[in-house]
Every structure is written in C-alpha cells, then in structure tokens.
C-alpha cells in the first residue's frame, strides 16, 4: 500500500496565492510550505516590519499543526527567506517570542525578492505529529 499524502489550508490562516495547500502531511510527517506573515482576519500583513510578519507567521504554523496533531514543539526544521539581512535581529526576537525554548534545525537564506507586495520574509517547516 503506497502512502496518502493529506493535503489541507486550515480556517484562520492566510489563503495561498497561488494552486496549493498550505499542509501537506504523511503518516507523522508533516511539511508546511512557504508562509508570509498575512492576518487571515484581514488578509493584509500583520505589519510593515519584520517582527509583526515573523510574529505571524509563526502564529499561522501554529494553527496549521493544531489542525494536523501537533504543536510548535514538534516542529523538526524551519526554512526562513529574508528580504534583508539587518533584518536577523528583529526576526529572532520575534521567533524566540514564539518558538520558546525549542530550538529546531533553521536555515536563513537571504533572497532578493517575494511574491507578494511589502512581505519582508517568509517560512516553511517540516514537523512530526504529536503520537
């Protein structure tokens, strides 16, 4: 029998821009793809700095695992694109704020540009299910 792969966008998290779910989960594995720090309330970003979107976007992969069985603790890797560097800084802040004493694999790779207008950085994850 060949794995299912789940796919799913959650309710109170951003709508894609584009064909494809935000989660896509395999048996315990579960992979978040790339996330921009957008308040699913209004649609529009959680602020013009880096540490609103960061703060976010963090936010949005809680609910998204919630939905799936599992939490921020369960998270294995995390993959951050940034805009600017001189950003690190405000971008840690905010994901100490949220992560707590977790401390996943991360990757921060600086890139030149996002798709979406005013977005400073965005996000994608690889986590287990709780069980």
Known sequence: MSPVVETSTPPNTPTPIGPYNHIAK???FISVGGTAGVDPATGQLAGSDVYSQTKQILESFRVMLE???SDLSHVAHINIFLKNMRDFEEMNRAYVEKMGSHRPART?????ELPKPGVLLTMNMTAVTKE
Not at 108 to 112: E, F, K, L, W
């Open 67 to 69: 939905s799936v069985g």
């Open 26 to 28: 395999v048996g315990q």
């Open 108 to 112: 921060v790779v600086g890139v030149n």
